[in-house]
Structure formats: structure tokens, C-alpha cells
């Protein structure tokens, strides 16, 4: 793989579907995918103390009915415990699904939200002269997508059409069918800024923003 979230075909896959959606209407598509959206470091803490804590009441429970550890020095059952911790962070760490269980919906929400908006920018989406641009924004380890049309987009196109599409996709994906279900997305988004009115000038051929799939890794 050419990246670890698509194969090289999946990205020439991607980045033609945003040329089918731009030829359809004067929108420049913007798509971006992260691995996640933070790091959210203070799950591994939290699930450092967690592990930590069901160390030191193992170690308790076995102490008080057995002599198993009856001799054990004291340092080594700190050192137990410590283990135990970082047991447990390199756990949160390495398995999506435990890293999410220590972080609460809106957090993730938040997050997203936050790194999109900041994609916006870095990204140049506003940088269109007719304000047209839109981000296509895709976090996995969040599971959630977020589009964000600049202004002269926002004033024409309803929000809840962009929610019609992002359930669309979230529904493919989760069906497995990632490629395809990005690739109808963005045809979509390039749909339903023809049927809006946001159209090309017939002798402008340029591409305002480079048809590229970045990965915000």
C-alpha cells in the first residue's frame, strides 16, 4: 500500500471521482483522510492508572489467600503495578477500539471538528474566487466525516443536504466499501453544486485547487 489507509488504485480512484464532481459544477473539492484526528494522550493515562489498579487489586486478592507472595519484596510489587500500567497504555495504544472506550462521544466529535477546521485552512479551501471550495474531511479511527463548504457555497446549498450525504457514506463504509462509498460522495457533493447554480464560466478551464488526496497522517 501506498499509504496505510488506501492502495495506490483506490487513491487514482478517489482523486477521478473529484475530477467527475468539478467537471459537473464550479465547486473545487478538497478531499482529506486522517488516521485520527488527535492523539488523545490522555487516554493512555487513564488506561495506564486502570490497568495499574486491577494489577494492584490482583496482587491484593492473591496476597490475602495464599503466601504466595507473602516473602515478596516491596519494590517488586511497585514494579508489578507500574508493568501494569504500561501494559495497559500500550493496549489503549495499539487497539482502536479499548483507545475509544477511555474517550467519550463529544470529545471525539470535538476533535474532529477542531482538525477539520484547521484542514480548511491549511488546505486553502477558501482560496477560490467565487468562494466555491468544500472539504471532504474523513477521520477512521473517529469513524466520522465532516464536510465543510466555504461561503459562496453555504449561501446557496441547504445544510442538511450535506448530512443526506455524509450518512450516505458513513451507511457504504460501514458495509466495508470504503473507496466506493468516497467516491460517491464526492460525485455527490459535485451533483448537488450543479443542481445549486454553482457552475463553471464556460471559458474557465482552471483547476483552482490541485485535484490531490491528502493524507493527514
Known amino acids: 500500500m501506498s499509504h496505510a489507509l488506501f492502495t495506490q488504485e483506490e487513491l487514482i480512484r478517489i482523486k477521478n471521482a473529484v475530477a467527475e464532481a468539478e467537471q ?5 473539492i478538497v478531499p482529506v483522510f486522517s488516521r485520527q484526528s488527535s492523539w488523545y494522550e ?8 486502570l490497568f495499574a489498579l486491577l494489577t494492584a487489586i490482583v496482587l491484593t486478592i492473591v496476597y490475602l489467600s495464599s503466601d504466595i507472595l507473602l516473602w515478596l519484596p516491596p519494590y517488586l510489587w511497585l514494579l508489578i503495578c507500574i508493568t501494569g500500567g504500561t501494559a495497559g497504555a500500550t493496549v489503549a495504544e495499539s487497539l482502536p477500539f479499548v483507545k475509544r472506550f477511555f474517550i467519550s462521544h463529544e470529545s471525539l466529535q470535538q476533535q474532529v471538528e477542531a482538525r477539520a477546521q484547521q484542514l480548511f485552512v491549511e488546505q486553502s479551501v477558501s482560496h477560490t474566487e467565487q468562494r466555491t471550495g468544500i472539504l471532504l474531511y474523513i477521520s477512521f479511527f473517529e469513524k466520522h466525516a465532516l464536510i465543510l463548504p466555504d461561503m459562496g457555497i453555504s449561501e446557496v446549498v441547504n ?29 455527490s457533493c459535485g451533483r448537488v453544486l450543479a443542481e445549486s447554480g454553482i457552475q463553471k464560466a464556460e471559458d474557465d478551464d482552471e ?11
Open 42 to 49: 490522555h487516554t493512555l493515562w487513564r488506561a495506564g492508572a
Open 207 to 217: 483547476n483552482e485547487l490541485p485535484d490531490e488526496i491528502h493524507i493527514d497522517e
Open 159 to 187: 445544510h442538511e443536504i450535506w448530512e443526506d450525504i455524509l450518512q450516505k457514506l458513513v451507511s457504504t463504509m460501514k458495509d466495508g466499501q470504503h473507496t466506493t462509498a468516497i467516491c460517491n460522495a464526492i460525485v
Open 24 to 28: 459537473l459544477s464550479g465547486g473545487e
